[in-house]
């Protein structure tokens, strides 16, 4: 079969108004859901998989690919407009969209955010088209060492997102780094300050921890100070971001979906590292650095850019190896399994029509994420009007149902208020949540790689530059690190001082 | 104003007092290793005596940034500093009270209830001027949230030992 045949056969197979159909309803099902905090995309994908069984196996699978795409762009929503995200996937996006909510200009952070979303979709998708094979077999040459030194590297974007202070960003890593070791150890299960309680030998619950920083340091801050907010434009500003700004943030939605598709195409990093590492990159080449983390729009670009990017590429192992990217795309192996279907190499030679069609399904998912998410946005838009006083109640107990939510526990939402005023304690000091969060999420893959190639090489830490990958990573790491040691002796200096100053003092 | 060098000699003292804390009590007491671990990198306790370690050169670098004095003064977030004041200790201590009898309340309440209540009790504390509206949304906003997380998306909800719902 030649590729233009395979082609035809796939829109044979989704030239119809069901396929269609249940790609749009997956869309508008995930962005709802992940425009609710604890809702994740992969709560909404799970919940989804049952209604799959009945459909034909490319109606249900496109319908839980929509479902994952509108879930990692609803996620945003809430993110920019009451600092609250969605999806793990948002927590960059909180970084520049809620400082441009508070100016009055969310209808613009969630404008870029969504076009940015559907730009590094289709080039996730279209990169999942070309580079399927290829992508797959070299994600295959990873092994404990040549993650180590990858996530090695991907904690250097630590320094990007650390605002004023490099010190304090690294004092709030350490803190990620510390409290991801809660729980039983990896290798021989004992118990790692687990203080005695069984509640905490699982460690502690990413979603409640993410939303412990973020949303009720801001419920804590009212309380400070409640009328602090006013005289603040809090209003929705222009509804669209203009060509202008999309123009502006090309470059950096680019990099960010080449970033996406990078990581996504390997196994078990996820979207939440992808959308901080293309932040950070989008922050060290930007013109405006001084306005990261004050509502510039290109970091909304970036970081969104950065988690969608992960969406399309995360299917690569998945359809060429029959190994699942993330989570995600574990449930959707159940639902090709279910219809009788082995993702995989073999996939491409029986199934070569449900291959195509599911490209040209996942291509029509940019247009239809643009049109949905557009609608979602109109929707979700007015929360921005609401009276902060009214608001922050509401998120405090929409934060209490979502945490909840997540793992049916409600120790999951005592850790949410501990971590909400260890949040507040770090807003007081100055001292950057993104950094802790980033720590928190790539600690544990580490600790677990680094532990997993000594246990292979016998202790040997040669093992670590055992090949051209493992080099790669640690002369990227080496490089960056240069940069920001002689960027923060720079900034230290008198004459420096003085320049980042009038850039910095707002 | 506070400024970035107090800040930052409170951060580095806190951060190496954390450190010690870690190394000679917290990581002895907290971290189990089993007796048979031959390699000391594959110990329980290996990392987290590195972090300890990280910990202590991070306190170094704050201290020394502080007493260089290189770091720009920048001013406070308004909603997040001063003004302080009895009051606003009062209120934050309101929030810690409420947060407390929120997860005391929530396995014999229900969490509809709990919520309607937190929902109240926050919004008065932080003195809202739609009081009638802060009510109506007390009562709606959880009966809502029970409604999609029990019956469309499957949660079990928690609902006390009092009054339970459909």
Known sequence: MSMFDSILAGLALVGNVEAFLSLAVGIAVGVIA?????????MAVALALPFTFAMQPVNGILLLLGVYKGGIFGGSIPAILIKTPGTPASSATILDGHPMAERGEAGRALGMALYASCTADLVSNLALILFAGWLASFALNFGPPEFFTLILFSLTIIAGVSGESLMRGALSAVLGLLLATVGLDLVYGTNRFTF???NLMGGLNFVAVLIGLFAIPEVLALAWHPTGH???????????ASWADYKRCFRSILRGSGIGVFLGSIPGIGAAPAAFLSYSEARRKSKNKANFGKGEIEGVAASEAGNNGVAGATLI????????GDVITAIIIGAFMVHGLQPGPMMFVMNIDLIYGLFIGLIVS?????????????????VADIPKRLLVPGVLVLCIYGVFAVNNNIFDVGVMFVMGWVGYAMMRFRVPAAPFLIAFILGPLLEDNFRRAMLMSGSDPSILFRGPITWFFWALTAITVFAIVRAAIRSTRPQGAGAAASGRVS | MVTNRSIGLKLGVGALLAACLLYFYAIPTWVRSPSNVREIVMSPVFWPTVLSGLMALTGIGLVAGALRGGEIDTPDDEEAAPPGGPAAWARLGGMAAIMVLTMFLLPRLGMVWTSMLVFAATAFLMGTRYRVLAVVCAVLLPLALYGFFAHVAGVAIPQGNFVRLP
């Open chain 1, 34 to 42: 992940g425009a609710i905090p604890g809702m994740s995309a992969t």
């Open chain 1, 230 to 240: 006013l005289g603040k434009t809090r209003k929705l500003g222009a509804s669209r």
């Open chain 1, 196 to 198: 005695g309680d069984p």
């Open chain 1, 317 to 324: 192992p998945l359809l060429a190896l029959g190994v699942p």
């Open chain 1, 366 to 382: 940019s247009v239809f994420l643009l049109v949905i998410g557009g609608l979602a946005i109109r929707g979700f838009k007015f």
